[in-house]
C-alpha cells in the first residue's frame, strides 16, 4: 500500500493519507518536495529498485470504531480503510476502477464459455504468523459467502458462484452459474488464514476473536485495540512486498469531527482528512499558523445517499421515490451544506471511474412536480394536518444518521426543512454509529442517510492535513 502510485482520485483514504505523509517526509526531511500528481516510487513487489524512508509514526483518526476485520461483515468506510492495512486481496482497484494484481499474478484468465475463471497467486506472501498465503486460503476465503450459513451483508456479490476450488498451490478456479461481469467486484476481498479459522463455523465467525485479533498478509499488523480510544498497527515484517515506509499507525477514535481537527491544531494527531464544513478554518489555520499544509482537492470515488428502505411499503412504490428525490435540493446540499466540495452525479458511477455516463434518467429538484406525483400516487392530504395520507396511513418515517458526521447531521435538517409542508420528518434517537450500521444491514430502518465506501455516486473531494515539523 505504501508503494502505490499517488494520484488525484480514486484511493481510499487511509491509503492517501500514508501516500501523502511521505510527500510530507519529504518536504520536512530537507529533500525536495514531490508533487501530489506525480506517480511515486516503484509498486510494490519491486522494494529493491527504490529507496524507502523510514518516517516513524503516523497518528491520524476516525469517528467509530471498525466493525471488525473481516469484509464480508463490515460495510463501514472505516472498516474497509483499517482492514487494508492488515490484509491482502487477490486484486485492488486503481483510480479508474480497473482490477491491478495483489496476490495475484497478472489478470484472470477464462474458459471459452465464461464459465471458469482461473487465478494464479504469488508464491512468496506470508501473513503475519510467518505462515505462507496458499491457493488453500483463497478457496476458504471464497467459500465462506457462498456457503448457506452465510448471512452477511456481502452475499449478494457472490450469487452467481457455482464453486471455488484449488488447482494447485498457486492457483485457483472460480466456476460461474453463467457469465459474469460482476466477478470484479469479488476480487478486493481479504485473503483469510485457513490455518486460524477453519474449525470456526462460517454463521459464528462474525463473532470470533479474529475479528478483533487479525491475522493477515498486508504491510501492518494490529498490536492493539482499545475499543473506542484507538487501534495501533506496527510493520508486517513479512509483508511480501518489503518493510514499509511508516513504522506505525495509530487510529484514534474521536467521535466528533470538530474534536478532531482541535487535536490536529494542537499535534496530537498529524494527518487526517477535514470535513467539507471545516475546510475555510482550516485553510485560515495553516495560513496563519504554518503549523499544517493542506492537501486540497483529492478526489474520491465516495459518495453520500439517501437510501430507502424497500422493505417498508411507503418506498416500494418507484414513482414515490422519485417524487422524493426531487423534493430534495441537492444541488443545495453541495453548495452550501458540503460549501462546493463536491459534485452532484446522477449515476451509481463516479465521474472518474472507466465505466461512467451522464446518459442516464434524472430527476432534478422540482417540488411542485414531486407533489403532484405523490398526489398521482394517491397520496395526498385529505385531513387539513399538513401529513399526506393514504387509504388512513399516513406518510411518516425516521430519518436516520450517526452522530458526530456534521455534514450528515446538517444534510438530515436540510432534507427536513425542505419536505416538512408535504410530510412529516422527525429525527430518530442516536442508536451510536456502530448500531446505525447494523440496523442499516438488517433493513431495521426507514430512511437513512449514509455513505458508500470507495465505490460509485454522487462524490466528493477529501482535503488531507498533515502537521508540519
Not at 128 to 153: C, E, L, Q, R, W
Not at 376 to 382: C, H, L, P, R, Y
Not at 401 to 408: D, F, L, M, W, Y
Request: aromatic fraction near 10%; glycine fraction near 8%; proline fraction near 6%.
Amino acid at each position: 500500500m505504501l508503494f502505490r502510485k499517488w494520484s488525484k482520485s480514486g484511493k481510499l483514504a487511509l491509503a492517501a493519507v500514508l501516500t501523502g505523509v511521505l510527500i510530507l517526509t519529504a518536504c520536512t526531511g530537507g529533500g525536495t518536495s514531490v508533487p501530489p500528481d506525480k506517480p511515486a516510487d516503484p509498486p510494490a513487489g519491486d522494494p529493491s529498485k527504490k529507496e524507502k524512508l523510514d518516517t516513524g509514526e503516523i497518528t491520524t483518526a476516525y469517528l467509530t470504531d471498525p466493525q471488525g476485520f473481516i469484509r464480508f461483515w463490515a460495510t463501514t468506510t472505516t472498516s474497509s480503510e483499517l482492514i487494508e492495512l492488515v490484509f491482502s486481496s487477490l486484486y485492488r482497484f486503481d483510480e479508474k476502477q480497473n482490477i491491478v494484481p495483489d496476490l495475484a499474478v497478472g489478470q484472470p484468465q477464462f474458459s471459452a464459455d465464461k464459465l471458469e475463471m482461473t487465478v494464479k497467486i504469488r508464491d512468496n506472501a506470508k501473513f503475519s504468523d510467518g505462515k505462507p498465503v496458499t491457493a488453500d486460503d483463497v478457496v476458504f476465503t471464497y467459500n465462506i459467502p457462498i456457503h448457506p450459513d452465510y448471512k452477511g451483508p456481502r452475499k449478494g456479490a457472490f450469487t452467481k458462484v457455482a464453486k471455488v476450488e484449488k488447482v494447485d498451490d498457486t492457483t485457483v478456479k472460480f466456476t460461474f452459474k453463467e457469465p459474469h461481469a460482476g466477478y470484479i467486484d469479488m476480487m478486493i476481498y481479504n485473503i483469510l488464514p485457513q490455518h486460524l479459522l477453519k474449525d470456526v463455523a462460517v454463521k459464528d465467525m462474525d463473532k470470533s476473536s479474529f475479528v478483533k485479533r487479525p491475522v493477515g498478509s498486508g504491510p501492518f499488523k494490529l498490536e492493539e485495540w482499545k475499543q473506542g480510544q484507538y487501534l495501533r498497527f506496527v510493520r508486517n515484517e513479512n509483508y511480501y512486498g518489503g518493510k514499509p515506509a511508516i513504522e506505525k499507525v495509530t487510529a484514534k477514535i474521536i467521535p466528533d469531527a470538530n474534536a478532531m481537527m482541535a487535536q490536529l491544531q494542537t499535534g496530537e494527531i498529524n494527518v487526517v482528512s477535514v470535513p467539507a464544513d471545516n475546510l475555510q478554518a482550516m485553510e485560515q489555520f495553516a495560513k496563519t499558523s504554518g503549523k499544517i499544509k493542506l492537501q486540497k482537492g483529492i478526489g474520491t470515488g465516495v459518495y453520500m445517499f439517501v437510501a430507502w428502505n424497500l422493505t417498508n411499503p411507503l418506498f416500494q412504490d418507484k414513482a414515490v421515490r422519485q417524487a422524493l428525490t426531487m423534493a430534495i435540493d441537492r444541488q443545495g446540499i453541495v453548495d452550501n451544506v458540503v460549501e462546493g466540495q463536491g459534485k452532484l452525479v446522477n449515476s451509481q458511477t463516479a465521474p472518474t471511474y472507466w465505466n461512467y455516463t451522464d446518459n442516464v434518467p434524472k430527476f432534478p429538484y422540482d417540488p411542485e412536480k414531486a407533489k403532484k406525483v405523490l398526489e398521482s400516487a394517491g397520496w395526498k392530504d385529505t385531513d387539513g394536518d399538513g401529513i399526506l395520507d393514504k387509504n388512513g396511513q399516513k406518510f411518516e418515517f425516521e430519518m436516520q444518521s450517526i452522530q458526530g458526521n456534521k455534514v450528515r447531521e446538517k444534510a438530515v435538517t436540510v432534507i427536513q426543512q425542505q419536505t416538512e409542508k408535504d410530510r412529516d420528518q422527525r429525527a430518530a434517537p442516536d442508536r451510536g454509529r456502530l448500531r446505525f450500521y447494523e440496523e442499516l444491514v438488517e433493513q431495521k430502518f426507514h430512511r437513512p442517510l449514509s455513505r458508500l465506501e470507495h465505490l460509485r455516486g454522487p462524490e466528493s473531494e477529501k482535503h488531507l492535513a498533515f502537521l508540519r515539523d
